[in-house]
């Protein structure tokens, strides 16, 4: 025997190398809460089955609290070489302190095949409410400056061209509009995850009668997998998170990209504190945004990981194959990547100095030749006559190099008889913004609504 948990039918021992690029201990040991809760769940259920005696069951789960007691002491000495995964690890320290009669019985009708999924799926719903918290954090830094900067008025952009002037709540808020719809996906991704596998066995269900139901609620689940292959081969749980945060991550390198142009010294709009940049080591006057540029960055890393596992589950044959187990260092990696993006991104948020004299200045008189039209609109001219008209304003104004607010009535009537002399309160940007009132608008009540839906939204269980 190799002396390993599966010793049995082996005669020679392996190859040290295929031990250490066999085991995931290392790794998976994140994970020894979970595998001893289920343990102890499992445990408990075979008392019904009769496979434990009540007196067992104890003793198994006084040795199995005690092991939880050793890892959170750190005083939980992994055997190199012996201990290959969490799972074998556990049992193997429970059969050292309870004796190997009665710690024997507990794998009964159990596989690492359904023990893995069930400490994978508990440890993700537990992680996945804790981004929730951050998201919801980061979602309220939004709304909040959202509310307190409602006065600012910046250039809109298309195609990085200055377009029409918005709010700068506008622009937080577009971004709020992304994070609150993750924020539902991500609820409902926790659903799924927050399903129990356990009582599977190796691929074909338990011969005594297990009671899975009763398992799944002691251990907070919402449910079953109701098909013992599936529940054994089924990593999809992991994808859709890494789905999830490669969305997400896209959501805040976008994010991060603006602010990042928005304070370059050419812009001007937004200044982030010293907490999140850095210098450099040659030049002494700069200061970089490493935080937002980290989050881009990463956001690559985490499509990486997604892929990654996609190609690795794409082609494998039905239930449990070995290469299930490259899926929880992408999990674990992008887990943290993801409660690190949002902590860094909302502390970004809420320490960011914002100029809003800068924005303002920005908001060139060019940027309502759409107003000017819609003077015209107002007239009864049709649009595209008005879209027209205005643009010979515009080329007027770069022609004889005056701002188009500088031009004259009587130049402006020139162009077309119906510009009147209020003609040119289209250039107030106050004004344009306060006209976009309509829902979804980028004015002042339009956008208070924004901040209630997406209040809505955050509190939505
Ligand atoms: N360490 C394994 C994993 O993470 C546990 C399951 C192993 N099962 C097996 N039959 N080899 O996937």
Redo the contacts with the bound molecule.
Sequence with gaps: DSGKLWGGRFTESMDPLMVSYNE?IYF?RAFYQQDIEGSIAYARANVGTGILSQEEFLTIEKGLKQIIEEWNTNKFVIKSGID??I?TANERRLGEIIGKDIAGKLHTGR???D??ATDLRLWLRDELVLVQTLLIGFLKAVTERAESDIDYIMPGYTHLQRAQPVRWSQWLLQYGHYFGTDLQRLREVTRRVNKSPLGCG?LAGNVFGIDREKMAQELGFDGLIHNSMAAVGDRDFILETLMWSAMLMEHLSRWSEDLIIYGTAEFGFVKLADAYSTGSSLMPQKKNSDSLELLRGKAGRIFGQMTGLFISIKGLPST?N?D??ES?EPMLECIKTVKDSLTIATRVLTTLTVHPKKMLAAVTPDMLATDLAEYLVRKDVPFREAHHTAGRVVALSENTSTPMDKLSAAQLSEVDHRFEKDASKAFDPERSVELKSATGGTSKSAIREQIIVLREKMSEA
């Design positions: 995931s998976d290959e995964d799972h596989s690492r095949n023990q893995v190796a449990y070995k299930l187990q929880t």
